[in-house]
């Protein structure tokens, strides 16, 4: 990579903590790897438009998980566990997060000592400070402090709280969380309100929102904003259309889309998000709204069932995607348009090839770049139904074709440089065409053939192998 493509500002906990895979990139170089590894995924099903940026890409979090732990010597280090570890790294301030957050949780480390609150230690199941988690809203200003703890009971925990405020008098709401289990989950079950109203309020889209300990909602604001007004632009809603937010959490994006629908149904499986979605739509005054606690798909089957129709789906599933029973049940419910907005490329790519076969034609796709510095790309796309009497199925089988679909994905050379770029390994292309031949992919040219009969050829090393499947693999090809 070329010198005016780094920054030579790099973060110092880069390599530790594992949190920010372009860390010491430059931003327009970030936005590039991104926008290409969309266009590579979803290239052959729908256009991906230039992905849109952030301003000022830097300290964007709002929302901040920090890990406590002791260390051997005694020292009290906080911060995010290294990948794949139980191991926490000792973050001072954190270039991601919000700045308001770093500061509280140093000063929640330096009190510690003081209050005598050990932290908890996951091998011996003793001590009570886990985790601390902050939340800030980004227009109201409002700041969380989320304890999660071992124990219902913090002691003096008027005074700690006194404390911490006099340190930071920004703080609206202390809860105390109890986890109390032998679990990797960060937050209990049971909150414990110790300062202020338990929760925070933030405007998005023009909408104010009640965020809970537990509640979703997307940790870059700003991004936030215009990723939804890119939704709601693809929707293209004129007043009349009934409309479902299936996955709706506290029901940001359909109180901001109520406004522009005639009627607007939130479906939702977590309880808790519900009763915020419910608080949201008052708060609001969003009157055409309803909020369900059900699971969206076998309610929206079940509208199907009873004949009724919808004209819009908006879906923001999980970031493993949504499941091929879903987008059944979206088409059987055969809205007009989907919106589905996704933290995935590849689960998307996946749902929208499904989605074909549904018989929905993928419009339109839009990256935004919500986590900067980090691989993570959120993407919104717009499906239309397609009409029976202009659409024809057509089946081919492979052998009617002389080159298949899976050889036209990659050259070899673009095989070569992936592999290069992410395992550091230099793969010929016989060995790629040996791969290739095991996973029952057709050569056109045969790299196999030796040069003379009694030429033996090298074969593919097991780590070489590993490496070029995983190649076709990210180019589609098996």
Do not use: W
């Not at 889309?257 to 005639?262: L, S």
């Amino acid at each position: 990579m070329e010198n005016k493509e780094r920054n030579s500002d790099v973060c110092v906990y880069a390599k530790k903590c594992g949190g920010c895979q372009y860390q010491g990139m430059s931003y327009e170089r970030q936005l590039k790897k991104k926008h290409k590894r969309v266009k590579e995924l979803l290239g052959d099903i729908v256009k991906a438009e230039k992905i849109i940026g952030m301003e000022n890409p830097c300290h964007y979090r709002n929302k901040v998980n920090a890990a406590f732990q002791r260390t051997k010597k005694g020292k009290i280090i906080s911060g995010i566990y290294k990948e794949g570890t139980h191991e926490v790294v000792d973050i001072l301030e954190c270039r991601i997060e919000d700045v308001r957050a770093d500061a509280i949780i140093r000063d929640i480390k330096g009190l510690l000592p003081s209050f005598k609150i050990k932290v908890y230690d996951e091998d011996s199941g003793y001590g009570l400070l886990r985790h601390v988690m902050v939340r800030t809203g980004h227009v109201s200003g409002e700041v969380m402090v989320v304890l999660v703890l071992a124990s219902p009971v913090l002691p003096s925990k008027n005074n700690f709280v006194k404390a911490l405020r006099k340190l930071h008098p920004e703080i609206t709401t202390v809860i105390l969380n109890v986890n109390d289990r032998r679990t990797s989950m960060v937050l209990g079950s049971r909150n414990i309100t110790l300062y202020g109203r338990g929760y925070i309020e933030d405007t998005l889209c023009g909408k104010v929102f009640r965020i809970s300990p537990s509640s979703f909602y997307q940790v870059n604001s700003v991004q936030t904003e215009t990723l939804y007004k890119k939704a709601l632009e693809y929707a293209a809603l004129t007043g009349k259309e009934r409309v479902i937010d299936a996955y709706c959490g506290i029901g940001t994006i359909g109180i901001a889309a109520a406004e522009r629908a005639k009627e607007v149904i939130g479906v939702e499986l977590n309880a808790s998000a519900v009763r915020d979605a419910v608080i949201n739509a008052k708060r609001n005054r969003t009157k055409n709204i309803i909020f369900y606690n059900r699971d969206a798909g076998e309610f929206m089957n079940e509208l199907a069932e009873t004949g009724e129709r919808t004209d819009v789906v908006f879906m923001d599933p999980p970031r493993t995607g949504s499941t091929e029973a879903f987008i059944d049940d979206v088409a059987h419910l055969a809205p007009k348009r989907v919106v589905y907005i996704s933290c995935n490329p590849q689960t998307l790519t996946r749902d929208l090839r499904y989605f074909q076969k549904k018989g929905y034609r993928p419009v339109k796709c839009q990256p935004v770049d919500m986590f900067p510095f980090t691989d993570d790309i959120e993407t919104v796309c717009l499906l239309s139904k397609l009409h029976t009497d202009q659409h024809i199925e057509v089946e081919l089988q492979m052998d009617e074709l002389d080159l298949t679909a899976a050889e036209s994905k990659a050259t070899y050379e673009e095989i070569k440089d992936y592999v290069l770029e992410h395992t550091g390994l230099k793969v010929s292309s016989l060995y790629i065409a040996q791969v290739k031949e095991k996973c029952g992919i057709i050569e056109r040219v045969n790299y196999n053939l030796p040069k003379s009969e009694n030429s033996r050829q090298p074969k593919c090393p097991a780590e070489k192998e590993a490496a070029i499947r995983e190649a076709l693999e990210h180019f589609r090809m098996i």
